[in-house]
């Protein structure tokens, strides 16, 4: 965190009134890995920086690093926690085996939809399921993307069979999980470094939302869409808690106000609609799109998905997490209060 010099504290310095008494304003640096012309960083990030600024009255202001340009997403979290960035946005299934008990969110059946993961997301967090996970940082908010699903360049897939062998990006461990269990074989990479991986052939297909599909122009490359809802990515927008302690208390509040369920809920309706265009999309360029309706009790997929399930949760446990079913039970039963 920087102390910015204000136009009016050079004004005033100007006229030869003392600054002494004016509030110097600090600047939090937020890193993300969205391009800064996307909607996302648009409807998300710069309006959260436009609420921060608008109501410390200036006093604070938030200097925006997209595109990785800060830090790396795979090292996003961790920037927050040391300092580098102020303000950190990143996927937690960017650090494998870093927030276990959260990725419990991203498995098959649990997300709906952005808004509703949104709220479960942040729910659990909120109620204190998954927050030990975030000790070494002052978390912001929460959210999901919606369901992230299945898209190949050359390949239609209707079945399992179909991906026996592709190679498909997976953007976490649980994805992995959930693409090995269907004869995928998985490749990690983060979502900026895909467009060009594609277009080389280093992979098949990858696993990405509708919205991703846009705003990372991958709809460009691909012709084939399966829509089986298996996963759901988990982020987080979290601070440097030094930087939010050094804060004064009305400061402290300022950024108290703009956290929490508002701001989860507010980026689940972006990414909602996102995923919406995205789609549209697709279909104005003539992709052909297959959908499985209800994966978990499709004879096909439901096996497989469950088995993906069940592999993770036993992972968790053999980790010492006993209470990791308990988190997936409690997952489920906030959908209903999550899609009221």
């Not at 997300?111 to 509703?116: E, F, G, I, N, P």
């Not at 959908?291 to 010492?320: F, H, M, S």
């Amino acid at each position: 965190m920087k102390r910015a010099v204000s136009p009016l504290m050079i004004a005033a310095s100007a006229a030869g009134l003392s600054i002494t008494s004016l509030a110097e304003a600090d600047t939090l640096r937020m890193s993300h890995l969205w391009p800064s012309g996307s909607t996302v960083n648009q409807e998300i990030y710069q309006a959260w920086a436009d609420r921060i600024e608008q109501e410390s009255d200036g006093q604070l202001q938030v200097e925006i690093y997209p595109s990785q340009t800060l830090s790396k997403a795979d090292q996003s979290y961790e920037a927050a926690v040391n300092g580098i960035a102020d303000v950190a946005v990143t996927l937690q299934g960017y650090t494998a085996g870093r927030f276990p008990l959260t990725e419990i969110v991203q498995l098959p059946g649990v997300v709906k939809d952005a808004s509703q993961g949104s709220c479960i997301l942040q729910s659990l967090y909120d109620e204190g399921d998954i927050a030990a996970e975030y000790d070494d940082s002052h978390v912001l908010f929460m959210f999901t993307t919606g369901p992230a699903y299945i898209h190949t360049k050359a390949t239609e897939v209707k079945s399992p069979e179909d991906l026996a062998g592709l190679r498909i990006r997976r953007p976490s461990d649980v994805a992995g999980e959930m693409l090995s269990s269907m004869g995928a074989h998985p490749v990690g990479m983060p979502a900026p470094d895909i467009y060009t991986s594609l277009q080389r052939g280093v992979m098949d297909g990858l696993s990405f939302p509708w919205e991703a599909m846009s705003v990372f122009r991958i709809n460009e490359l691909v012709n084939y869409h399966l829509q089986v809802p298996y996963y759901a990515g988990a982020i987080v927008a979290t601070m440097n808690k030094s930087a939010y302690e050094q804060l004064s208390p009305d400061m402290q509040a300022v950024i108290d106000r703009s956290s929490g369920m508002e701001w989860a809920q507010i980026a689940g309706g972006v990414f909602d609609q996102l995923d919406r265009q995205g789609r549209q999309e697709a279909l104005e360029q003539g992709d052909v799109i297959h959908t499985v309706e209800n994966p978990l009790d499709d004879p096909e997929w439901a096996p497989l998905l469950k088995q993906g399930t069940n592999i993770y949760l036993e992972r968790l446990e053999e980790r010492g997490l006993d209470n990791a079913r308990e988190v997936y039970q409690k997952a489920l039963s906030l959908q209903e209060r999550c899609s009221s």
